[in-house]
């Protein structure tokens, strides 16, 4: 591999040269290649290079067909290989991974059109890959036990052999299971509650191995921002276990779709406490000759511990649109969580004097220390006068307390944006009105560089847009009926976004009702693994794509998405994350409901003109839509020259 595709003189800046490459690419060689000449990318380049030359922040929007990731990429690499350490691309979600490096992506046509041999690895999160253990719960279970048995099987032979390996490759990714619907994979997908540190098979677990291979990447490592979040919030963790940080160093980080991350900060930095892995662990410590009193303290964290998620479990509800419930804290359940954390303190002391008779094994002794540090920090944040967010899930695993802090931003302040690198966010939509003032305070910046180009297309030309009208609020059925009327017009060739799952599944229900269900063929998000049902929407070209997650990133060029149906206004749900940011804020609906609803709403329909030569039509549904502040906003974020009808 050459180290630059270009001659690199030491006596002159670096970031110049490759920025005059970079230009000669965008003025000579891609249109050499067949690809049009674009002012808008020629001047996102020019924009980059004042953010790689200074090692600063920079909010990089720019609209459909602009080209940006070709600008961002060869910069990247360009960078990566001038100070020896990959770059980092961090995507929204894993399918916008799957296309970024699919065969016909972006990174193998720079590759294909520059002569270049690019390095680019996947760093996918641990819960794209199987969890041994849970594989072989899932063989021994009584749902769809063949099936697991037969992955079991087919896995390579190493992974069944106790002998040394003499050679080995990544394995278990959710994408090598397409067929299997979210349910089936969450039986046999790796979770949080999963203690990977003394699994005894973790040597030869697929994402121990994909860790060890993307690692190696010379140019480029491709995330999640989930997992990039992952990375920093556990780096300090992991090196004081022993282990290696989830990412290695690097040189720079892209954020695609960047007005997704502190979604996906928030995520990370979240503590889920469950009871029944709470007492599986402390009961590995009356496993050894112990003293009583130590057995006592077990037992009584493990009474405590059931008794207040029953407490929990009973004052929660449903928070509708929401996957998440609400509690009803109350003076009495607060007492419950104080009485715990004085309950673990009981069992911390007494470990104190147990370490000093050797008795327990030393690593089963710092598992259990590291998990009631945990516990205990987790707990402590309902003792600040600003209480964290939290709610309960509930799944096979019973129920789960989250618990998110409030602090995300000086997170992202402290260990993210004082480093002094190149970072640059990069998206269609990352201003709201025209100011990136929204992100910057939402992610905590003080500054960064900015600029913003739109796109290319004429869009009055190739788009319409109906609001049909929803004065009388409709009901299901008849919204249901409404859709498959732009269906018919349409022939299919739709993707339908919702904003929650459960919109999603009402839809379902209803339209299998329809007349004409048996004329179309729907995919249904979460019926397969994602970047197989948008490869089945695309090749099935009168098909119908239902999506939750597929507002952002989704590249389907061509006949195959000429319509685009929003379900419902995408404003955020009244679940507690949003109910704490709109607490906090002095116009909740202009400061925090809109905001997010019009960035995504603008990337919503950013998914129907991808090149063009692409036309179709924007539906826009919304009980909403009846407040003429909100139909005024929305109207105002049509592409121009667009009207709404």
């Known amino acids: 591999m050459n180290k630059y595709p270009f001659d ?6 670096f970031i110049q040269q490759a920025s005059d490459w970079i230009a000669d690419v965008f003025y000579e060689k891609l249109p050499d290649a067949g690809f049009e000449i674009r002012d808008e990318q020629i001047y996102m380049a020019f924009q980059l290079e004042r953010a790689f030359a200074d090692k600063q922040t920079i909010f990089a929007e720019a609209g459909v067909g602009t080209g940006k990731t070709f600008v961002y990429l060869l910069y990247a690499i360009s ?20 296309q970024l490096v699919k065969p016909e992506g972006d990174i193998a046509k720079l590759a294909r059109y520059l002569d270049l041999t690019i390095d680019a690895r996947l760093g996918k999160s641990a819960d794209q890959y199987i969890c041994l253990n849970k594989l072989d719960v899932a063989r021994n279970g009584q749902d769809d036990a063949e099936l697991y048995d037969s992955i079991y099987r087919e896995l390579p032979s190493f992974v069944h052999k106790p002998d040394s390996m003499q050679s080995f490759h990544p394995y ?23 203690d990977c540190l003394v699994c005894d098979v973790r040597h030869r677990c697929g994402q121990t191995l994909s860790r060890d291979h993307y690692r190696k990447a010379v140019d480029v490592i491709i995330c999640s921002h989930d997992f990039y979040m992952e990375h920093i919030w556990t780096y300090e963790a992991r090196k004081r276990e022993g282990q290696l940080p989830l990412l290695p160093e690097y040189s720079s980080v892209v954020f695609d779709e960047g007005h997704l991350l502190e979604t996906a900060a928030q995520q990370a930095l979240t503590y889920k406490l469950n009871h029944a892995v709470f007492e599986g662990i402390v009961l590995r410590l009356l496993q050894e000759e112990i003293r009583e009193s130590l057995a006592v303290a077990v037992e009584d964290a493990i009474s405590q511990s059931e008794y207040l998620f029953k407490m929990i479990n009973k004052d929660s509800r449903k928070v509708p649109a929401s996957d998440r419930k609400e509690i009803i804290w109350s003076d009495e359940l607060i007492r419950e969580i104080n009485r715990l954390q004085d309950t673990l303190s009981v069992i911390e002391e007494e470990l104190v004097f147990e370490s000093g008779l050797y008795t327990i094994d030393t ?12 516990i205990q920090f987790a707990l402590s944040l309902f003792k600040k006068e600003d209480k964290p967010i939290s709610w309960v899930s509930q799944d096979k695993e019973g129920t789960t307390l989250v618990i998110m802090p409030k602090w995300v931003k000086e997170v992202l302040k402290e260990q993210v944006f004082s480093r002094k690198m190149p970072i640059v966010f990069s998206s269609a939509t990352l201003s709201v009105n025209g100011s990136f003032e929204y992100m910057m305070d939402i992610l905590g910046m003080d500054r960064s560089l900015s600029f913003s ?5 004429d869009y009055d030309e190739k788009m319409t847009v109906a609001l049909p009208q929803t004065s009388a609020l409709l009901t299901l059925k008849d919204k249901v009926k409404e859709t498959y009327g732009f269906l018919k017009k349409s022939g299919g060739k739709t993707l339908i976004l919702f904003p929650s799952l459960e919109q999603l599944e009402q839809f379902k229900e209803e339209s299998n009702k329809h007349e004409d269900a048996a004329a179309y063929t729907f995919y249904y998000e979460g019926s397969s693994e994602i970047s197989y049902l948008i490869e089945q929407f695309q090749n099935d070209e009168a098909s119908i ?3 939750v997650t597929l507002w952002e990133g989704l590249d389907i060029p061509g006949p195959s998405l000429s319509q685009v149906i929003v379900w419902e206004l995408p404003f955020p749900p009244n679940d507690p994350v949003f109910a704490a940011r709109r607490n906090d804020a002095d116009q909740p609906f202009e400061q925090v409901d809109m905001p997010y609803m019009l960035l995504r709403l603008r990337q919503g329909i950013g998914r129907l003109i991808r090149t063009r030569e692409d036309s179709g039509n924007i539906v826009i549904f919304g009980e909403k839509m009846n407040d003429s502040y909100v139909r005024e906003q929305v109207e105002s974020i049509m592409p121009t020259g667009v009207t709404a009808s």
């Open 453 to 457: 180009v739109p796109s290319p297309y």
């Open 79 to 98: 960078y990566a290989r001038y100070t020896r350490k990959p770059a980092i691309i961090a995507c929204a979600d894993e399918s916008l991974i799957e």
């Open 545 to 547: 794509l239902c999506a």
């Open 8 to 13: 690199f003189d030491p006596k002159q800046p």
């Open 172 to 194: 278990g990714n959710r994408k090598e299971y397409p067929n299997l619907n979210d349910d089936q994979w969450n039986e046999l997908g790796w979770d949080v509650f999963q």
């Open 363 to 374: 690593y089963q002794l710092k598992i259990v220390e590291e998990h009631l540090e945990m």
